[in-house]
Structure formats: structure tokens, C-alpha cells
């Protein structure tokens, strides 16, 4: 970072920091008690610091010119996350202005970083770019299209869909830092962590729905 202005070293520092932190609260959210003090208390810390890592990553692209596709990745583990919050805060797929408003801004933003990605500069490979825009687009659309369901139904529901969204929030964080630390593995290092991300996705939702039955 010896070229990197003051301000810019420490926007790095505090996104890293932030990074590393948010990685180790959420495995403290995994693997504590699910629906307990540990669980609640690390899971907002760990909303706090992803939050904190995306301003960081607007930071460094918009005022310091940093590579935009990590802002893409961490776009992705925000808003996973700030969704799969708001479902265990309401139990409902009754639509909020909130939840809508904030998944119309990220849609933008990941339409907007998509359409200039050439211009930003690809130094990941193409397919993990547009693969990890993808899901966030698959999210946003599901978020929407969860408002059809019935309410009733969505009951039975909501639990796997917080589960899920917030071990991808994990998962793609954890992408993010692995892929940047460990270039020389692209692109395993890149991908295994979401490959990771979904078998424990899955394994956790079969286990809850085990156990729930």
C-alpha cells in the first residue's frame, strides 16, 4: 500500500478489520445456539460490520478507485443478509416498504456495475463475476416473487429462507476474503467457498425441517 494515499490505506485497513470481524461473528452465529443471546447479539454485530464493510468497498471504488467486483461480492452478502434479517424480525412475506425500497437500490447497483464492469476492469475471471451478479439477481427476484405466496403457507417457510440467506451472506463474504488473500489459487479459491456455503446451506435447512417434524 506504500503508493496508496492516507485516507486510503486506512479505508482498507477499517474494510479488512471490518471483513475479518464480520467473519469471525458470523461463525460465532452458526455454531452458538440458534434463537439464543449469542446467537441474536453476534448475528447484529455481524449486520453492523457487513454494513460497514460495504461503505468501506463504496468508499474505495467510488472516491479511491478500487476494483468494483468486490463491491459487487460484498453487495451480495449485504443484502443476503439485511434480508435474511428482516425474515426473522417479521415471520411474514407481508411487503414492506423498506425491504422493497432496499431491494430496488441494490437491483440498480448490480445493474449498474454489470453494464460497466468492461470499463472497471475484470480482475476476477468473468464467469465468477457474472455467476455471483446472478444470484443476487436470483435473490432480489425470489424476495419479490415470495409476496405471492401464502401467507399461511409462508409460515412453514420463513425459517430455511433466513437459514439460507444468512449462511450465503457468510459464504460470500467469506469468497471475498479468501479469493482476494489466496490470488494464486483463482479460481478454486474463488468458488470453493460458495461450494462450501451451499452444502451447509442445505445440510442446516434439512436438519432444522428434521427437527421441526
Not at 471490518?18 to 447479539?41: D, E, F, I, N
Not at 468508499?59 to 463491491?71: I, S
Not at 449462511?167 to 459464504?171: C, H, M, P
Given at each position: 500500500m506504500g503508493d496508496y494515499t492516507f485516507l486510503h490505506q486506512l479505508n482498507i485497513v477499517i474494510h479488512v478489520?471490518?471483513?475479518?470481524?464480520?467473519?469471525?461473528?458470523?461463525?460465532?452465529?452458526?455454531?452458538?445456539?440458534?434463537?439464543?443471546?449469542?446467537?441474536?447479539?453476534?448475528?447484529?454485530?455481524?449486520l453492523f460490520l457487513i454494513a460497514l464493510v460495504i461503505l468501506t468497498a463504496l468508499?474505495?471504488?467510488?472516491?479511491?478507485?478500487?476494483?468494483?467486483?468486490?463491491?459487487a461480492l460484498t453487495m451480495l452478502s449485504g443484502y443476503q443478509a439485511f434480508s435474511g434479517y428482516r425474515v426473522v424480525k417479521s415471520k411474514s412475506n407481508k411487503p414492506k416498504t423498506l425491504d422493497i425500497l432496499v431491494a430496488l437500490l441494490t437491483l440498480s447497483s448490480g445493474?449498474?456495475?454489470?453494464?460497466?464492469?468492461?470499463?472497471?476492469?475484470?480482475?476476477?475471471?468473468?464467469v465468477i463475476i457474472?455467476?455471483?451478479?446472478?444470484?443476487?439477481?436470483?435473490?432480489?427476484?425470489?424476495?419479490?416473487?415470495?409476496?405471492?405466496?401464502?401467507?399461511?403457507r409462508y409460515k412453514s417457510i420463513w425459517l430455511y429462507e433466513h437459514i439460507y440467506k444468512m449462511?450465503?451472506?457468510?459464504?460470500a463474504l467469506l469468497a471475498a476474503f479468501v479469493g482476494t488473500v489466496f490470488p494464486q489459487y483463482h479460481p478454486y479459491s474463488q468458488f470453493l467457498p460458495s461450494i462450501f456455503g451451499s452444502v451447509l446451506a442445505i445440510g442446516s435447512i434439512l436438519y432444522f425441517r428434521r427437527k421441526r417434524s
Open positions: 478489520t471490518s471483513g475479518t470481524a464480520a467473519l469471525l461473528l458470523g461463525l460465532v452465529a452458526l455454531l452458538s445456539k440458534k434463537g439464543g443471546r449469542v446467537h441474536q447479539k453476534s448475528g447484529l454485530i455481524f468508499v474505495g471504488v467510488f472516491a479511491f478507485g478500487a476494483n468494483g467486483f468486490l463491491l445493474l449498474y456495475f454489470l453494464y460497466y464492469f468492461d470499463s472497471i476492469g475484470m480482475i476476477w475471471s468473468p457474472y455467476s455471483t451478479v446472478g444470484a443476487l439477481f436470483i435473490i432480489i427476484a425470489y424476495d419479490f416473487l415470495r409476496y405471492l405466496i401464502n401467507a399461511e449462511i450465503a451472506a457468510f459464504t
